[in-house]
């Protein structure tokens, strides 16, 4: 097994009081054949205050999140080049360093910052690729996670996807009362935002395509309904409010249609609803419970969970209703599906002897794998390039994140420190101003 | 309110149309299940509020009444009703029935293992079982109102058997009492 535990705490150095609610990431298991890179500390201008982010060791840390790098620690950095004309490729070479980044932050105004940085090929000692990127404070961190995404997709050829974002529910309990927070942080779980809170539970967060709306179920008025909210102006609208269940709401890959649960006619079932003018579809006809619809990328089919077969199972349909044909037969509990982005792979809570985990399933050859360790894992969401998945999972019986390689060899655990976080989902691909 | 008494009605029909079908889903079992029970709950009604004596607005805050009890538990992933708790539907069946003017709010839950959205089917499945029985006892579709927060209120924080029995519920919440 060439599968070692490490448990190394990626910890926050400093928080200031905004950042009370970040998450810390712990790498719970890894894999040997990661990558070997240094990423040196950036210069900057000695007679100029330093930047608010250290770009390099967020760099750093979203190559080691990816399990595909292992960044060198930054003591054992043997030299801290800052221009071309610094780097000794000798120097790295023995100590097995693959790649080398390096870079420099220039202030060129009040809270503007210029980012230059290089990847290099250590063996062959020569340049990949280069880039001048501008930054206000505010933007530090971003830029440095689309750093991240250049470096990933020059070394892998798969784009990144770290200058995204992830949305979830938190809960806590505060005086005996409890609150639900819809949250949005990057998707290394900082900078989180909150969109919406609620004395009354929120659930099932899905963004639309464009990564510029979240469509989302608030009990708020002590019944369901479905709302979608703009996650820039904070403008939100109720788009579906019947008698019965308002849930799982999952937006067709072209923005327009989203699919729904309704039980407005008298059982769970899944409509369609066109946003245009709200008209309504009923896609399944069963008595029993078929709920968490999702597309496929092609947007022609929606797989969803049904209890028709007397277990919760798997089931693909038609887009526009139709005949439904099982798609789990693996374990009596299958059910919260996506589908990775090149529409292969689908991942689900898969239950079995009272284990509830999250489990994998290739479309081309029906093969389960199961990727995760827990008791009461939940909710899968792939990334927008399909090379992770990040889910909930209990830790000391409080609810936190994790995210594990699509290949099932490297997890993390991302802990909120404090209240249960859950019901995460990965954005879209997304252009920030 | 017409309007939701209308879609109500439609929804019973609905019911009892799929009850006529001999479908050999597990929700067909769970109906005709029911229906069977509706053979003897238009004789359960009569007697039953007999039985129940006269339930009036105060017997709600009676603790010895059986009114009183309020809340009833189900097995896992199933929103069959046991047979001890159908008794004390009847007495909340008469109740409603000899106060049209009582509303309830029939609220469905589950434990937390598995799926949310899922939970939500099963805890609205659960609160339909319950309706189904009220109505079916008399009470007019217009008094009973349904939710599913499906795990999201668990009744006992825990993450074991002992807690999860306690949270595979239906409560019965009188509106305004």
């Given at each position: 097994m060439n599968i070692y535990y490490r448990s190394l705490l990626v910890l926050l150095l400093c928080l200031p009081g905004w950042l009370q609610a970040a998450l810390t990431i712990e790498i719970t298991q890894g894999i040997e054949g990661a990558v070997p890179i240094a990423v040196v500390p950036f210069g900057t201008a000695a007679n100029s205050p330093a930047p608010p982010e250290d770009v390099a060791a967020i760099i750093a840390s979203d190559l080691a999140r990816s399990g595909r790098f292992a960044p060198l620690a930054e003591q054992d950095l043997i030299a801290r080049p800052v221009e071309v004309s610094q780097v000794r490729f000798q120097d790295w070479r023995t100590l097995g360093v693959e790649n080398l980044v390096i870079g420099k932050i220039a202030?060129?105004?009040?809270n503007q910052y210029r980012i230059e940085f290089r990847l290099f090929d250590v063996f062959r000692g020569r340049q990949i690729t280069g880039h001048s990127l501008p930054a206000t404070a505010d933007q530090l961190r971003y830029v440095a996670h689309r750093i991240s995404d250049i470096i990933y997709e020059k070394l892998t050829g798969h784009p990144g996807a770290f200058a995204t974002r992830i949305a979830y529910v938190v809960s806590e309990t505060r005086n005996g009362k409890k609150s639900y927070q819809l949250q949005l942080a990057d998707s290394?779980?900082?900078n989180p935002q909150t969109l919406l809170t609620s004395a009354q539970p929120l659930m099932s967060p899905a963004w639309s395509p464009d990564g510029r709306r979240l469509a989302y179920v608030s009990f708020e008025k002590r019944r369901a309904a479905v709302f979608i909210q703009?996650?820039?102006?904070g403008k939100r609208q109720e788009i579906a409010a019947f008698a019965g269940i308002n849930g799982a709401p999952a937006w067709s890959p072209d923005g327009r249609t989203m699919a729904v649960t309704l039980s407005r006619d008298g059982n769970p079932e899944i409509y369609s609803m066109r946003?245009?003018?709200?008209k309504l579809k009923r896609l399944t006809f069963s008595a029993a419970i078929d709920t968490e619809p999702v597309w496929t990328p092609d947007g022609k089919t929606i797989v969803f969970t049904s209890d028709r077969g007397g277990s919760p199972q798997l089931y693909r349909m038609p887009a526009q209703g139709g005949r439904a044909q099982r798609i789990t037969f693996e374990g009596n509990y299958n059910t919260s599906a996506d589908i990775s982005p090149d529409g292969k792979t689908l991942v689900m809570v898969h239950g079995e002897d009272g284990r509830y985990q999250i489990a994998s399933l290739n479309?081309?050859?029906n093969r389960l794998r199961i990727l995760s360790d827990g008791r009461l894992d939940e909710s899968p969401s792939f990334a927008p390039n399909g090379s992770m998945i990040i889910y909930a999972t209990e830790s000391g019986h409080s609810g936190v994140l994790a995210a594990v390689s699509s290949d099932g060899r490297f997890r993390q655990r991302f802990s909120l420190r404090k209240g249960n976080v859950r019901e995460p989902v990965w954005s879209p691909f997304t252009k920030r101003k | 309110m017409k309007f939701i008494q209308a879609v109500t009605v439609a929804l019973v029909l609905g019911w009892l149309a799929g009850c006529s079908s001999t479908g050999d889903t597990k929700e067909s079992e769970v109906a005709v299940e029911d229906h069977s029970d509706v053979a003897a709950g238009g004789a359960a009604t009569s007697s039953g509020v007999g039985a129940y004596?006269?339930?009036?607005?105060e017997s709600l805050n009676d603790p010895n009444s059986p009114l009183a009890q309020r809340v009833i538990y189900f097995a896992f992933d199933s929103s069959d009703v046991a047979e001890q708790d159908r008794e004390i539907l009847a007495a909340h069946a008469a109740f409603l029935s000899a106060n049209p003017e009582v509303k309830v709010n029939v609220e469905g839950h589950t434990d937390e293992r598995g799926a949310r959205e899922y939970n939500i089917g099963l805890g609205d499945q659960r609160a339909q079982s319950v309706r189904r029985m009220l109505e079916f006892q008399g009470v007019a579709p217009a008094q009973i109102s349904t939710v599913s927060f499906g795990e999201e209120k668990p009744a006992v924080e825990g993450h074991d058997e002992s807690a999860w029995s306690m949270n595979r519920r239906v409560e019965l919440v009188y509106v305004g009492y």
């Open positions: 202030t060129v105004g009040a290394d779980g900082y703009d996650v820039f102006t946003l245009s003018d709200r479309l081309e050859n | 004596g006269d339930l009036t607005i």
